[in-house]
């Protein structure tokens, strides 16, 4: 199937992670030209790199400093001209699980600057790359969790850093298409998806057991599962008329497990 994207210039945030990786992969089979991003280490691009070293550049940024997004968009710009697609995907989530009463101010405001602050200056600037360069169509693909939709006890600075992104989406929808009258913004909220973000609690059995009792499909996902919706979504030959949307990639996900049978008894009343 022709996606159309052999050619298209595409930055993935986050592209030396699980997701990012898989979706850059992807996009590189499919003749795209990618700017893809890490903030710690290249090292899991450094291979691909290597098979495609035309077609990929790879940069270093922290995406909560407004000074690095804005160097990497003209980075970007210089290599491969205007970017035309923005998979908004780089993010993190503190590994232990807090109680609000616990959480430092710190901690909280750490996670809404990667995660929303993070996403917000990369927007801003695929938004100012739009005004710079004319052209018709345009997709930002913001990348969200079911967790934003569910909520997540013990986890309320990532869940609500996603959930904002709701917003955001039906914000800039109405946005983009008066710098690029075709332009198109979608969320992809994935659910549990075996990568170095979530690799404890899905190498855990027990903790597995209970996210499996609220998947109808008795599965988790793994990043081709999620790189898929993005790659349609990135697509103007395959999603060109689709725009505000939010695909959930998540095995039909129903919500959380609470409690062990343990825990709680039929009332009475
Ligand atoms: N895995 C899941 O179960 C799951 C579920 C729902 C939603 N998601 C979402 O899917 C997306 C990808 O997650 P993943 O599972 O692939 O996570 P991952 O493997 O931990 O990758 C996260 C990526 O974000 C980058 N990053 C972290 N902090 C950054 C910062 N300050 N500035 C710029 N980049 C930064 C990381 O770069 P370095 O490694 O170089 O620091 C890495 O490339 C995230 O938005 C995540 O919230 C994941």
């Known amino acids: 199937m022709d996606t159309g994207l052999s050619g298209k210039h595409v ?3 986050g592209a030396s992670g699980g997701i990012g990786l898989e979706v850059t992969r992807q996009l590189l089979a499919e003749g ?3 700017t893809g991003t890490y903030n710690r280490s290249s090292q899991p691009l450094d291979s691909i790199k290597k098979k495609w070293a035309e077609h990929l550049e790879v940069v270093k940024v922290d995406q909560t400093s407004e000074d690095e997004v804005k160097l990497l968009f ?3 710009n210089r290599t491969f001209g205007r970017v035309e697609v923005l998979v908004a995907n780089a993010a993190i989530s503190p590994l232990e699980g807090k109680a609000i009463q616990d959480m430092s101010l710190e901690q909280w405001e750490r996670t809404l600057r990667v995660n929303l602050t993070g996403t917000f200056l ?12 004319a052209g018709d169509s345009a997709s930002l693909i913001l990348v969200g969790s079911t967790a934003g ?3 997540e006890a013990w986890h309320v600075d990532y869940s609500t850093s996603k959930a904002a992104l709701h917003g955001m989406l039906m914000s800039l929808k109405n946005e983009i298409v008066h710098l690029a009258p075709k332009g198109r913004v979608n969320l992809v909220n994935p659910g549990w998806t075996m990568t170095p973000m979530a690799e404890e609690a899905l190498t855990n059995k027990d903790m597995t057991r209970r996210i499996l009792q609220t998947i109808p ?8 599962d999620i790189a898929g919706a993005i790659l349609y979504l990135a697509s103007d030959k ?3 008329h689709v725009s505000g949307q939010t695909i959930t990639v998540a095995g039909g996900m129903e919500g ?3 409690f062990t049978p343990a825990e709680v008894e039929p009332n009475s009343d």
Do not use: D, I
Not at 125 to 133: A, Q, R, T, V
Not at 217 to 224: G, I, L, Y
């Open 149 to 151: 939709f569910f909520g």
């Open 11 to 13: 930055m993935v945030t």
């Open 217 to 224: 499909m008795r599965k988790t996902a793994v990043p081709k």
């Open 32 to 34: 795209a030209r990618v």
């Open 74 to 76: 003209e980075q970007a």
């Open 256 to 258: 959380r497990v609470l």
């Open 238 to 240: 395959l999603a060109g």
């Open 122 to 133: 990369c927007s801003k600037y695929f938004f100012k790359n739009l005004e710079k360069f």
